[in-house]
């Protein structure tokens, strides 16, 4: 596993599995602020349009890690396929994890193979 260093937000980010098509991600919300992930939620994908900054406008995990990219979509979110999920149940897990301050691992295809 590849350690990736994170900044003063967030603990450290783990790349868990890549691939040419996709990637995963391990992430420790900050503990006020969650991710910090920008989702489009369309009705069979949610794709990622960008990120939040902290209050004090520093990076946040999903950016600090510097793998996830605009225009991914994410596919796994705790190893649950967000497919088979659905899209409303995926969303309020993330909401959860933001909540909750539980580390997330998340799934994304490249959106160079989209």
């Not at 900044?7 to 991600?25: A, F, H, Q, R």
């Not at 960008?50 to 990076?59: A, D, H, T, V």
């Not at 190893?79 to 301050?101: C, F, M, P, T």
């Amino acid at each position: 596993m590849l350690k990736l260093k994170s900044g003063p937000l967030s603990n450290v980010s783990s790349l868990l599995t890549i691939s040419p098509d996709s990637y995963e991600v391990y992430l420790t919300p900050h503990e006020d602020e969650g991710i910090g992930l920008s989702l489009n939620v369309s009705s069979d994908e949610i794709k990622v349009i960008g990120f939040k900054k902290s209050k004090n406008n520093n990076l946040l995990p999903a950016e600090n890690c510097s793998l996830i990219k605009i225009g991914d979509r994410l596919i796994n979110i705790n190893n649950e396929n967000v497919d088979d999920l659905g899209i409303d149940e995926a969303i309020k897990l993330l909401k959860k994890v933001n909540i909750d301050n539980k580390e997330i691992t998340l799934k994304l295809l490249n959106k160079s193979v989209i």
